[in-house]
């Protein structure tokens, strides 16, 4: 009976010791508690076993079994890279996407901005004969009037009729020094078709046409220098008596040479001088005789308030000697 009681009664103390063994933190599920600690702040592990587990013999089993921490789930998020002051976020296209776009070709529109005094450029129409073909180019310099087309040397239109309508259009032009060719080449279309109305020709670029057009534009203004000298000799000569050099001093003076009577000069009188009106009679006015209407051209402005710049360039002329 004894040895029965004692039996029961440490039976007894194994089971208290083993209820308490379970309702005690046990070393490992606090080792694991802080490792879980250590892993993620938020989620701290606190082991304290106070549920009965039966058919457990060992109750530390147990327990490591029960208290391993759960697993921490990354997510993965786009990587933002920074480069100074630029954020790039990289990404991964499928291989069909992955070709680069196509580039955008720039928007060219026509300048606004058209050489001063250049018109629309006229078109040739088909089957419209040239005044120079390309076998017969040569250069601006080497043409002849033996270059001409044939049905213009006919008759003495070109000198009588097409070089004096050209003549007075560059007088009345803004710039008699400098006229493009663009601008040049029209004009001298539009001259043609109103002198030569039987001929259907087009002028092409440094064609004979354009270019001995340029010449002779280019011995017009030549010879308002020419013709001023000419005239500047003849009255020294005619006043020998007198030093040349007093002579051109008294001239020069207030521009009393471009005034009617020199010794008493007067507005009203301006340019009309003898030295101006020989000059522009001789220079000008001989040279646009003869010129003919083009219906595109404003005649009364050309052969009025165009004289201008004719005049401003004997003035010149005379004042250069």
């Not at 250069?139 to 049905?151: C, K, M, Q, S």
């Not at 092409?204 to 000419?230: D, P």
């Amino acid at each position: 009976m004894r040895l029965l009681a004692q039996r029961r009664s440490k039976t007894k103390g194994k089971l208290r010791s083993s209820q308490y063994l379970m309702k005690t933190p046990t070393l490992m599920s606090l080792s694991l508690g802080l490792r879980s600690h250590e892993v993620s702040e938020a989620e701290a592990v606190v082991s304290n076993w106070s549920m009965e587990v039966e058919g457990v013999d060992d109750p530390i089993m147990c327990a490591d079994e029960s208290s391993q921490p759960e697993p921490i789930v990354v997510k993965k998020e786009k990587v933002s890279r920074t480069t100074t002051s630029t954020s790039v976020t990289t990404s991964v296209a499928d291989s069909a996407d992955s070709q680069p776009p196509a580039q955008k070709k720039p928007k060219i529109e026509p300048s606004a901005a058209r050489v001063r005094g250049v018109p629309a450029k006229l078109k040739r129409q088909q089957n419209v004969p040239v005044d120079t073909t390309p076998e017969h180019m040569k250069a601006r310099g080497a043409y002849r009037t033996v270059d001409l087309p044939a049905a213009m040397q006919a008759d003495q239109r070109w000198t009588k009729r097409y070089l004096p309508t050209i003549m007075l259009w560059a007088g009345s032009y803004e710039d008699i020094w400098v006229i493009p060719d663009e601008v040049l080449l029209h004009h001298a279309q539009l001259i043609f078709d109103a002198v030569y109305k039987d001929l259907n020709i087009f002028l092409v670029h440094n064609g004979v046409v354009h270019s001995l057009t340029a010449q002779r534009i280019s011995e017009w203004r030549s010879n308002f220098g020419s013709t001023a000298i000419a005239i500047i000799m003849d009255f020294m000569t005619r006043n020998s008596e007198f030093a040349p050099s007093d002579l051109a001093t008294s001239l020069v003076h207030d521009w009393a040479f471009l005034y009617e009577n020199p010794d008493s000069p007067s507005p009203l009188t301006a340019y009309r001088s003898p030295f101006i009106l020989q000059l522009l009679g001789t220079a000008h006015l001989n040279a646009v005789k003869g010129y003919v209407e083009v219906p595109s051209f404003d005649m009364h402005e050309l052969v009025t308030s165009g004289m201008s710049r004719v005049l401003a360039l004997s003035a010149v002329a005379v004042s250069s000697i």
